[in-house]
């Protein structure tokens, strides 16, 4: 368990409003993730933090916008929600540290969001 | 760019050995992580192989031929509760941005 939670754990909202998802970890982790798990299509990395204001874009990120004040806290905004953005919402953290070889990545227990 | 493929869904029977293959095409590539997910739960990580061979955690190995760009996972004495999905992941880390990319997955089905 690497401390993380997510909330909501459920939202139904509807098309056109905005949506925020929030990412807490308690382990002070640099890395930061937010993916997207859609039927038949995996796991897609949607943005990533590597520090407190420093995000970058992943393979899907059109429609969302995140920020990191702070290293715990995670968030993931969907300016204005639209119903190809219902999916199951997962955060995780990145457990690797400086020179070691390995990535392991710990996942929270997800969000599900319906746009309606 | 990246792509993995898995199959996308395999079943096979409990006490039985199951092998799920994984092939990959990718730019950067460091290692070759495998997860794990029951329905309805999160990914948890299974094994990570940086190097060509094979990899024993209990009833599950995890096999990479960086030659190949191949990989499997195999699961021994299967059990009802390893029905699951299980995602191969590319470790395409660049030089300070620490990233997976994921397979699409396959779902397992262990039947009695």
């Known amino acids: 368990d690497a401390g993380i939670t997510q909330s909501p754990r459920h939202k139904v909202t509807e098309t056109g409003t905005p949506v925020t998802l929030r990412c807490h970890q308690t382990?002070?982790?640099?890395?930061m993730y937010w993916y997207r798990q859609d039927p038949g299509h995996g796991l897609r990395l949607i943005h990533y933090?590597?520090?407190?204001?420093?995000?970058d874009k992943g393979e899907v990120s059109d429609g969302y916008s995140v920020s990191r004040s702070k290293t715990e806290d995670f968030l993931l905004t969907l300016e204005s929600a639209t119903s190809s953005q219902t999916s199951v919402y997962f955060c995780?953290?990145?457990?690797?540290?400086?020179?070691?070889?390995?990535?392991?990545?710990?996942f929270g227990p997800g969000t599900r969001l319906l746009v309606l | 760019g990246q792509s993995l493929e898995q199959p996308s869904e395999v079943t096979a029977v409990e006490g039985a050995i199951v092998q799920i293959n994984c092939t990959y095409q990718?730019?950067?590539?460091?290692?070759l992580s495998w997860y794990q997910q029951h329905d309805g739960g999160a990914p948890t990580f299974l094994s990570y192989?940086?190097?060509?061979g094979l990899e024993e955690t209990g009833r599950f190995s995890s096999f990479l031929s960086r030659s190949d760009s191949y990989g499997y996972l195999l699961l021994q004495e299967l059990q009802m509760k390893d029905s699951a999905s299980y995602f191969c992941a590319v470790d395409d880390s660049g030089a300070g941005s620490y990233q997976l990319t994921f397979g699409k997955g396959t779902k397992l089905s262990v039947i009695p």
């Open positions: 995780a953290i990145s457990a690797r540290t400086g020179g070691a070889a390995q990535e392991t990545q710990y």
């Open positions: 933090s590597y520090g407190v204001k420093d995000t």
């Open positions: 990718t730019s950067g590539f460091y290692g």
């Open positions: 192989n940086a190097l060509d």
């Open positions: 382990e002070n982790h640099r890395y």
